[in-house]
């Protein structure tokens, strides 16, 4: 659940953290200030994975993988999906939606810093561990990843 945790660096909002008076928190922002911290980038989905998650929904049997609503696919109050490397947890995925003028699907994330490379391919882990959630809404489901590029704004038509 930590990994979900972000802070205003991560956010994008550090430079607006100042410390010249009091407020909740400030000794616990203080003692992350100098550490590393998360970037945000957004994703770019890549159509092949996705139309193969849309593909599972008309098979009458076998994987099933987690329903992408649409335009925006927010499932949870507090959605957020592992972003990985290698294998390697580098960063979260949220507020995902499909753009028309991007002709496909992107998300905001938090990367770590030292990952985080413009035009990289990582996977984008969706769907629930165990294909099943605590919201009654949630349909059963396979997990699966979705390869996606880091990307900087603004998004323009390309090929993924």
């Not at 770019?44 to 193969?52: E, F, G, L, N, T």
Request: hydrophobic share 35%; aromatic share 12%; glycine share 10%.
């Amino acid at each position: 659940m930590e990994d979900l945790y972000t802070t205003p660096w991560d956010l994008g909002y550090g430079h607006i953290v100042k410390f010249d008076h009091d407020f909740i928190g400030r000794p616990a922002l203080e003692q992350l200030k100098e550490g590393k911290h998360r970037r945000k980038a957004w994703l770019s989905w890549h159509r092949d994975d996705v139309a193969r998650i849309f593909s599972s929904m008309y098979e009458p049997a076998g994987q099933r993988f987690k329903y992408i609503d649409m335009p925006a696919a927010f499932y949870a109050g507090a959605h957020g999906d592992r972003v990985e490397k290698d294998g390697r947890l580098i960063g979260v995925s949220t507020l995902c939606s499909y753009s028309s003028n991007v002709r496909g699907w992107i998300s905001v994330c938090m990367i770590n810093e030292d990952d985080l490379g413009y035009g990289d391919e990582v996977e984008l882990v969706w769907g629930e561990p165990g294909g099943t959630s605590a919201n009654p809404t949630v349909e059963q489901h396979t997990q699966t990843t979705i390869r996606a590029t880091i990307s900087r704004r603004p998004f323009f038509w390309d090929k993924h």
